[in-house]
């Protein structure tokens, strides 16, 4: 029972990484229909900079996750502006192509930076919480109400400010919105901003507990999008629930199959999943 | 200068070249830039001319080239014996990945095949028993000297290979010319320019994109298998998701939808790769906002744009003139108007 317990924590922990990570997925493919292949580069990228912020200049792990956040919001934001709003009209291989010219670009320049050692991040919570029985560390507890903490806070944001609802209204029709005297351009890099600001929040509550390097984004993005496919492009409701049906799943496959199999078990998930509904579990709700 | 010109100076030069250098470096450099150029002839017919956009390349590259690794050393087969399943065995892996993604769209089917690529990626590390996991495949044996009229020809010199390569590249760009000129190719390019105007017009488009997929797999696999014979040595990373993003970097530099494009930036890029290399492993600080800037600007590659000014150019000139000149060049060079008709 314990064990099961622990498995079920261990999928939250999974999952509410892949949660906000899949989040900001979604949000840019419901504003521009761009798969961003670069957003693991984003994940990566904070990762990184709250990395230096704490180990260089001995900076408060709170201070270091607001930093990162924002730096990687202003490259996201630079990135929709000066790669995707370019390519806005252009067919769709074009943006999927320079996503990837992106990702390749950050990866390497982390790698140049910061060489392509592994690192392990420090946390001021190390300690452990006894919770029905069982022990967790204090940093799963973070990531866990962080992550929804930060999804309820996007959730109200999108359906209770005027912002928020620029861009639900750009997802639902773009020129639609334009019409009603949105600033679609200011929105797309406003969205920007938010996935990579929740990129980088999710790569800095889970880096303590895993490791820091620059390729740390592939295979979590490449989950993320099993996760949006799974859950419908462009649906919040949907990448949550994939988020955590992904998490869930490789969590138990790992315990109760084989830890060899993990990373296979959200591609396996998706082709099985795409194979019998290729629109996705959610019909494709506008955010 | 017609086409056939054209092509018969890159092929002379192809033949002249290992004369042209006598550093074996070089050689080595060009036979395998010239495998990855094979390989993406192939993705070249499934993204560049049927609009579909397979991040799972490089997998099936690596399935050719782990059946000629597996069969050789494993099971003792000559290289050739299994080199003739290098190009079958991805064929008749991807006929249900084909079947099964190729129903979905755009964005859809670049994700679910990068998802495949992962699977393969990971069944190739994790399969130990089979593919040697991690370690890899080392001992690859040269491929085999073959009888002709002129005496045995064997492949053990790097000049040997190149030529062998060489022979296998030409023998492709010309089997994909003859592809993208019938009425086949016609069909994969209609499809890319709409599919529900293709469908319209009688194409079977789950038919016709599987044929186009299980093609160009069948160049992966090959080109995969000319490595092993190549490299003589193999692991995981072959079928990494980074390959496929190299080989779509040539495509696009070059010119996707284009017989010549992709050639030029299978060749091309690893020689400016050459003189990047104190870069190293950071030469995508240099090619990744390359390749931006060439998306945002040159969409269509090089020599796609080099097209588009000389039938500007040739559109702005008197109707005798143009009348004049013979219209073979149609069929190989008419594919920029089509894209914005």
């Given at each position: 029972m314990d064990m099961f317990l622990q498995q079920i924590l261990n999928g939250l922990t999974l999952g509410s990484v892949y949660c906000l990570v899949a989040l900001g997925l979604t949000l840019v493919y419901g504003i521009?229909?761009?798969?961003?292949?670069a957003h693991g580069a984003f994940y990566m990228a904070g990762a990184f900079v709250a990395f230096q912020l704490m180990s260089a200049?001995?900076?408060n792990y709170w201070l270091a996750m607001l930093a990162a956040a924002a730096s990687v919001a202003a490259l996201a934001a630079l990135a929709g502006r000066w790669v995707f709003h370019p390519l806005?009209?252009?067919?769709?291989l074009h943006p999927m192509i320079a996503a990837i010219g992106l990702l390749l670009f950050l990866e390497a320049s982390a790698q140049a930076i910061w060489g392509a050692d592994f690192r392990r991040m420090p946390t001021p919570y190390t300690g452990m919480v006894e919770v029905a029985g069982i022990g967790i560390g204090q940093q799963r507890v973070l990531l866990v109400a962080g992550a929804f903490v930060l999804m309820a806070a996007l959730q109200l944001f999108l359906k209770r400010t005027v912002v928020g609802a620029t861009i639900v209204a750009l997802a639902q029709d773009r020129e639609g919105a334009a019409l009603m005297g949105i600033d679609t351009h200011r929105v797309a890099m406003l969205t920007f901003a938010i996935s990579g600001a929740l990129a980088a929040a999710a790569a800095v509550l889970y880096a303590p507990i895993n490791l820091v390097y620059p390729a740390m984004g592939s295979l979590v993005i490449t989950k993320a999008f099993a996760i949006i496919v799974i859950g419908g492009m462009g649906s919040v409701p949907g990448a949550i629930a994939g988020g955590l049906i992904i998490g869930f799943a490789e969590s138990f496959g790992a315990f109760y199959v084989s830890s060899d199999a993990k990373d296979l078990i959200a591609f396996v998930l998706l082709v099985v999943i795409l194979s019998v509904r290729p629109q996705g579990l959610f019909t494709r709700g506008v955010l | 200068m017609n086409a056939r010109t054209g092509w018969g100076l890159l092929l002379l030069l192809g033949l002249a070249f290992p004369l042209l250098t006598d550093n074996d470096y070089h050689l080595t450099v060009m036979s395998s830039a010239s495998i990855f150029a094979l390989a993406t002839l192939g993705l070249n017919l499934i993204?560049?001319?049927?609009g579909q956009f397979n991040l799972a390349h490089a997998g099936f590259m690596a399935i050719g080239a782990y059946t000629v690794g597996i069969l050789t050393v494993?099971?003792?087969?000559p290289f050739w014996a299994a080199f003739c399943l290098s190009g079958l065995v991805p064929v008749v892996l991807g006929l249900p990945i084909g079947l099964l993604s190729l129903r979905l769209k755009g964005h859809f089917f670049a994700i679910f095949t990068m998802c495949v690529g992962y699977i393969l990626f990971l069944g190739i590390e994790k399969w130990e028993s089979l593919?040697?996991?991690?370690v890899g495949i080392i001992g690859?044996?040269?491929?085999e000297a073959l009888p002709t009229p002129f005496g045995d020809v064997s492949f053990d010199s790097p000049r040997a290979l190149y030529y062998l390569v060489l022979g296998f590249l030409t023998l492709g760009l010309w089997v994909m010319h003859r592809i993208v000129g019938s009425l086949l190719g016609r069909t994969f390019v209609a499809i890319r320019n709409g599919d529900d105007l293709a469908e319209s017009l009688g194409i079977n488009l789950m038919r016709n994109k599987l044929l186009a997929f299980l093609l160009s797999v069948f160049y992966a696999g090959t080109a995969g298998g000319l490595y092993a014979g190549f490299v003589r040595f193999l692991s995981?990373?072959?079928?990494?998701v980074e390959r496929t993003f190299d080989m779509t970097m040539y495509m696009l530099i070059g010119g996707?939808?284009?017989?010549?494009g992709p050639l030029l930036g299978a060749l091309g890029v690893p020689w400016l790769a050459q003189y990047l290399q104190?870069?190293?492993?950071?030469r995508f600080i240099v090619f990744g906002p390359l390749l931006i800037v060439l998306v945002i600007f040159?969409?269509?590659?090089i020599v796609g744009w080099v097209r588009g000014q000389w039938l500007r150019r040739r559109a702005s000139q008197p109707a005798s003139v143009v009348a004049q000149?013979?219209?073979?060049?149609?069929?190989?060079?008419?594919?920029k108007g089509e894209r914005h008709a």
């Open positions: 521009l229909q761009v798969p961003n292949f200049l001995g900076w806005r009209k252009s067919s769709g | 993204t560049g001319y049927t494993d099971h003792q087969w593919t040697h996991g991690a690859i044996p040269v491929p995981p990373d072959l079928a990494g996707a939808g284009t017989l010549l104190f870069l190293q492993d950071y040159l969409p269509d590659g000149e013979p219209d073979q060049q149609s069929t190989s060079v008419g594919l």
